[in-house]
């Protein structure tokens, strides 16, 4: 209960009177006492009277006439009694509101965003990296900074487009990646999830067909569902999209976009070689139809240097590329990016604007003041370090504690493993079989287009003790177990 | 420019190595020099050729055989020319970008956000309180307080719901307005606006009828246009939404939502008296259609008592409130919050998912605590000092400065002045003469639903110091005086 908001002792005079009005004591035309009488009668001042008349007034309960008083007004009393609730089956318009169109990947979203509250068990669903190792205290001083010099400055109304200096920092950052970005050609957004939407929105009628890789990141099947797309499925193999199946796709005709995360590829974590972004690049230009790539967990990485993003391979524009900073950096930030071709980065200015106006332009300038300062490159290679040690327990804990016929391979980066069970075993069954003895993950289905059960679970290691990955797959693996009915692996 | 992000060592070699290629001096199956060979001739060190090597290997552009060296890849110049830029007529796909509904309107907004920077000259255009009015102290101590204690728990995702201290905070501030609210019922969002856009996305479809006040605050033109609504403007008195107009809308059907905004309507001032919301919320509830009550602008008033919110009068859930903080505490904070039936809450919670996931929990932190602090109740009396001496300021100038013919009212409440010019005065014109004479101002025909001129300007003074508001209006009064031709009050 908000203190500040406890009721003032006007407010009680007043809902006194209204409580008499209620009641019928105070009938319409009843005139009230005067504000010194009813003062004294209630041992309040005079001064808390008066704003419980004016409040009464202000509800047209009560009216005050020239020089004879105040009066209980016409109908008060009908006035006072709160507007009928409707009789039960609800609000007429209510009906109008399309349930969600995949309850189950709802679900498991949820659980991703609040997975780190899970007291004493294991969260495996979670789906950033680990609050510990959050820059904490150079977000502090920055903040700190910014407030004491900028002052108010600071914390007004924003660019829709994005503040000036944070996509300076972003457009520097991406050429460091090869990308030939512009502070002008940049949009900042509400993470990379309100660039995706966005872009969707821009590009995709209902009806209309979409290529993404299956499986993929829920948020992106949700923003697809939300246009009324038509998701068709490209499966992945080691290299990641499988071209010959989006070719067949393409040639089918009618594609209006084409989602893909070539870079630790959530959930399977695989990177896309230099030669099929190449190819990719060049299918999709041939056909004339632009490729959205996310590129949201390029910087927690464990092994070498990775390919460039696709925007760095193509010159015409029509690789769209949307990312952020939530898993590198700071979820609470709320930043991503986008950077498009003028035309749809204009589209996509407008109508953030009437979507939320702008992003926090304290959390833009803290942001671009963070990445200047060097900070990024140092936090980056220490996470990366401490989330591919942590990799290598849960690399080990799955082949000591599952069963033969589980598959998982090591990724090069990101911070989850995901892993194929075998054949029988239903992840939904896991799912709550786990959650009942403490361990909780992302059940497979949440990745694929259509809502039914999947072999598959995805599990993140960034965010917990090495001690509790090892305690939690252990849970894990002898569920599984117990659902093949193999012990071949006591 | 990024110092972070200059290029290091190892790209500027790769670089090197890749404009070779490219000039054709090193063909493919080019064996390149060893690295101990290379890092001599360069003068860097070996990893820093180990580095460029990688990177050029992760493009594909070389390849490393076992035991005889590394070479130029096939086809490496080919792939190492960045994909070629479309022929003119740009990408085939932008032709489907259609453009903005209404560009004047665009174009305003912009100025609102942007109304501050406008150096040496007076910005009358701005949205927003006074910057150097911010709370920003209080933000800085909270802020900093909740990282030294919180830590990274205050940094990771949020439920998308809003989070549940918030919330409580929100429910306590919204009960003192005698509005039945929970934290349950309520959800968080990224500003009032984003509110709105949900709602109207939950309960609009193409082609379907809204009514909302004429002329209303551009953003939910914006909203409602984007969702592709037949919007109805309904006129204003002197007590807000004429109900009469109203009705018939109604009696003609298919109206799927009552956009209002009873509080300090924005651009009029306007406060819809309790006698009036009564028959509003009955009206509304009789036809079954739902009404969005945007309070956003509630906490700064000159005036008495404010009649309670709509959501007040009525317990059936047919009202849907809006609000936010941005221009009674913080633009920078992004938040505002939504009080719906269940039914409305979920879907809009779930559809926010898909769009941005989640407002920032760091904000929503201080957010709560600075509301439960008790500070906000204080800031909202002395802003509404401030801005109410500014007011008057506003009112005696227009009064010394504008010529005969010229209308307004002095609101109750709000930032802002609307002033209706002379007959035969082109508020257009009149603002292209006005930025160039150093003054900005927001015209008028952004607040109404079709594109045209209006003699309508909205003037805020809350941001601007005294002299300054003597100064502008005096320049404005001058070009107004110009445009009617009548010297009369010189």
Request: glycine share 10%; with cysteine.
């Amino acid at each position: 209960m908000a203190q500040a908001f406890d009721q003032p002792l006007y407010r009680r005079v007043r809902d006194e009177i209204v409580g008499e009005i209620l009641r019928g004591g105070a009938p319409a035309g009843t005139r009230l006492p005067s504000l010194r009488r009813l003062a004294q009668e209630l041992g309040v001042s005079r001064i808390t009277v008066e704003a419980a008349y004016e409040a009464l007034e202000a509800q047209g309960l009560i009216e005050t006439r020239a020089r004879s008083g105040t009066f209980v007004a016409a109908h008060a009393a009908a006035e006072a009694a709160p507007h009928a609730a409707r009789a039960r089956g609800g609000l007429p318009w209510e009906a109008r509101l399309a349930a969600a169109a995949n309850p189950a990947r709802e679900r498991v979203l949820g659980q991703v965003l609040r997975g780190a509250e899970g007291g004493e068990g294991v969260s495996f669903a979670w789906g950033a990296g680990d609050p510990r190792l959050f820059p904490v205290d150079a977000f502090r001083a920055i903040i700190g900074r910014i407030l004491r010099h900028a002052r108010g400055a600071a914390l007004g109304p924003e660019d829709t487009q994005g503040n000036a200096q944070l996509r300076a920092s972003l457009a520097a950052y991406l050429r460091r990646l090869d990308v030939p970005a512009s502070a002008e050609a940049l949009a900042v957004t509400s993470g990379s999830q309100q660039a995706i939407d966005l872009v969707v929105t821009a590009l995709v009628r209902p009806g209309e067909r979409v290529a993404v890789e299956e499986p993929t990141w829920p948020g992106a099947l949700g923003a697809l569902e939300a246009a009324g797309a038509e998701i068709v499925g490209v499966p992945l193999d080691h290299e990641g999209m499988r071209l010959d199946v989006l070719e067949r796709v393409l040639r089918e005709g009618g594609l209006r976009l084409i989602y893909t995360v070539p870079t630790f590829h959530n959930p399977t974590g695989t990177v896309m070689p230099a030669g099929r972004r190449r190819e990719l690049v060049r299918l999709a230009a041939r056909h004339g139809v632009p490729v959205l790539e996310d590129d949201a967990l390029r910087e927690v990485r464990f092994g070498g240097v990775l390919p460039p993003p696709l925007a760095a391979l193509d010159a015409s524009g029509n690789v769209i590329l949307v990312g952020s900073f939530t898993k590198s950096v700071l979820p609470a930030a709320r930043l991503g990016y986008l950077l498009a071709p003028a035309k749809l980065r204009d589209w996509v200015v407008a109508r953030k604007r009437s979507r939320d106006l702008y992003c926090s332009p304290l959390l833009q300038r803290a942001m671009s003041a963070y990445l200047e300062s060097g900070d990024a490159v140092r936090h980056w290679k220490r996470i990366s370090r401490v989330y591919a040690a942590r990799q290598r327990v849960m690399d080990a804990a799955l082949a000591r504690h599952f069963p033969r016929g589980v598959r998982w391979r090591r990724a090069a980066g990101g911070p989850v493993c995901w892993v194929q069970l075998p054949e029988g075993v239903s992840a939904r069954a896991l799912f709550s079989q786990a959650v009942h003895a403490g361990v909780a993950f992302a059940p497979g289905e949440a990745f694929f287009v259509a809502p039914a059960d999947q072999p598959f679970i995805r599990l993140n290691f960034a965010a917990i003790d090495e001690a509790r990955i090892e305690r939690g797959i252990a849970t894990l693996g002898a569920l599984v177990r117990a659902a093949t009915g193999k012990e071949d692996r006591a």
